[in-house]
């Protein structure tokens, strides 16, 4: 897929962009197959891959990252796929994969769009980050480590707030 991206022949680029969904549903399958076959499923996340395998895939993920921010005019329906097919790829690497690895895909993928681009690319963007964001452990990654240890009085009134919260929702 890196490869005839590169190439950048429009009739392929096309049909890339337009089916990334199948071709990275078929990467978590085989890391998933892969996982449990070798057994590495048992290992901590940071070992479960080798750094080529890494580096390819980090690859992978730019290469489609990068047509997606310079054809997102020409082929506004191919782009817009390939956006929640790489968001899609992403949130489901936080089962699979080191989460640093995963963090910094979602990194590299943010910072490519800054707010002076189109109006499209800043909805990809957060398009990309809506998606991202489902995933069912994604805030327990996301808060800061000190904020975790709340005790005594200060955690009573947190969960009391919590509650009015959500009984006001």
Request: hydrophobic content about 40%; overall charge positive; some cysteine.
């Amino acid at each position: 897929m890196t490869s005839d991206l590169k190439s950048n022949e429009h009739p392929a680029v096309r049909n890339i962009l337009r089916f990334s969904w199948f071709f990275f549903e078929l990467i978590v399958k085989s890391m998933a197959q892969h996982l449990v076959e070798s057994d590495n499923v048992k290992l901590p996340r940071p070992q479960r891959f080798p750094s080529t395998y890494l580096s390819r895939l980090e690859s992978l993920v730019m290469t489609v990252s990068d047509h997606i921010f310079w054809k997102n005019k020409e082929l506004a329906e191919e782009t817009r796929s390939a956006n929640l097919a790489v968001a899609a790829f992403v949130k489901r690497c936080f089962t699979l994969m080191d989460r640093g690895f995963t963090f910094k895909l979602i990194s590299n993928y943010v910072n490519m769009i800054t707010a002076t681009d189109n109006k499209v690319l800043c909805e990809f963007k957060f398009e990309f980050l809506r998606e991202v964001c489902n995933h069912e452990h994604y805030i327990p990654l996301s808060l800061p480590l000190p904020s975790a240890r709340i005790t005594g009085q200060k955690s009573s009134r947190v969960h009391r707030d919590l509650i009015e919260v959500r009984l006001r929702y």
